[in-house]
């Protein structure tokens, strides 16, 4: 009888740990910043790097500069070929009723040989939910295949689908999560106290 208690004992130790590590995964696949499964991370340094980024306020410049001088990466920045309206609520609407008819509009410019580059982060800001319409005309541009794609977003409130629906853009690239930076200013303003997050996402995707 005391063999049997101590082997249930056990038994009820082990389904327990696994019930806190199955809850500990869930945590993990529903965190607003993560956008591919943890796993170990392969070392990205001397990597040829491009950062391509939109932005409209300047959230979006100001964190996709900032990493691409840290990295040593070349810019790329995605532009409408027709400028967005200059005034936030005008802008609004012109984005939401792009979205809604899923267009794709034309933008300014190509990166000149797509092929040398091993690492592309996409950084945009959420607009409607996702990513602006234009950032998807670029990545629609390139064969992207192969290529380690990291998406990056600022918001006033969250991700909201943005990051996965870059991944999901590119199906046959190799991904590393995505981050979102939240901020309530516009212009740049407030960026700089949001590097050392940054800092941190690099390391934590092989930089």
């Known amino acids: 009888m005391k063999i049997f208690t101590t082997m249930a004992a056990m038994l009820l130790t082990v389904v ?9 995964k869930q945590v993990n696949n529903e965190s607003g910043e993560s956008t591919t499964e943890k796993k170990e991370v ?11 980024y939109f932005s409209w306020s300047g959230n979006t410049k100001y964190a996709a500069q900032y990493i691409a001088k840290k990295l040593g990466a070349d810019e790329f920045e995605i ?22 008819a899923g267009e794709r509009p034309a933008i300014k410019g190509k990166v000149e040989d797509m092929a040398q580059y091993d690492v592309v982060f996409v950084c945009v800001p959420v607009w409607w939910y996702t990513a602006p319409m234009p950032v998807y005309t670029f990545l629609e541009q390139y064969d992207l295949k192969g290529k380690t794609i990291i998406p990056f977003c600022t918001a006033y409130s969250g991700p909201s689908s943005t990051l996965k629906d870059i991944v999901k853009a590119t199906p046959n690239s190799d991904h590393r999560d995505g981050i979102c930076i939240v901020t309530k200013e516009m212009g740049g303003q407030g960026m700089e106290s949001k590097t050392a997050k940054i800092d941190k996402w690099l390391g934590e995707i092989g930089f």
């Open 42 to 52: 392969m070392d990205l340094k001397g990597k040829k790097v491009l950062v391509a």
């Open 79 to 100: 532009i409408r070929e027709k400028p967005y309206p200059t005034e936030y609520t005008p802008c609004t609407e012109d984005a939401k009723a792009e979205k809604e």
């Open 16 to 24: 327990g740990l696994s019930a806190c590590t199955a809850k500990a």
